[in-house]
């Protein structure tokens, strides 16, 4: 099996031996992404809210490098440290998304790179 990676120069790059998405199997797994801002590679503050809409300006660009968009999303992994954070982390979910939605697990995790609140990766049909 073939595999293509897929970057964006919009994101600050990966600081360990992964890439930002692949390509394979008729599938684009896009790796989980925080609230990271390119620019000084720090977490975005402001908390929950920040952060996820950071996320998904990071998912974007990559989406964007991949030539798709989010209506092409078919699976969401949600990875949360406090899972009080469920509901405002919908707000902005719901934005970004429209039916049918992507299938998706959230999960509460003990911690995240960068010591951010949220991570989120995304499969998406090639």
Do not use: W
């Not at 092409?72 to 982390?89: E, H, I, P, Q, Y």
Request: a neutral charge; aromatic letters at 8%; one cysteine or more.
């Amino acid at each position: 099996m073939s595999k293509t990676t897929i970057t964006s120069a919009e994101l600050a790059l990966p600081v360990g031996p992964f890439s930002q998405a692949v390509e394979a199997g008729g599938f684009i797994y896009f790796s989980g992404q925080v609230g990271q801002d390119p620019t000084t590679g720090k977490l975005v503050a402001g908390g929950i809210e920040a952060e996820t809409e950071r996320v998904f300006r990071n998912l974007s660009a990559l989406l964007k490098a991949a030539g798709k968009s989010f209506d092409d999303v078919v699976r969401a992994g949600v990875f949360l440290t406090n899972m009080s954070d469920f509901v405002a982390l919908n707000g902005v979910y719901a934005r970004h998304f429209r039916q049918p939605f992507p299938a998706r697990t959230t999960v509460a995790v003990a911690a995240l790179p960068l010591g951010a609140c949220v991570e989120i990766d995304l499969v998406v049909k090639a």
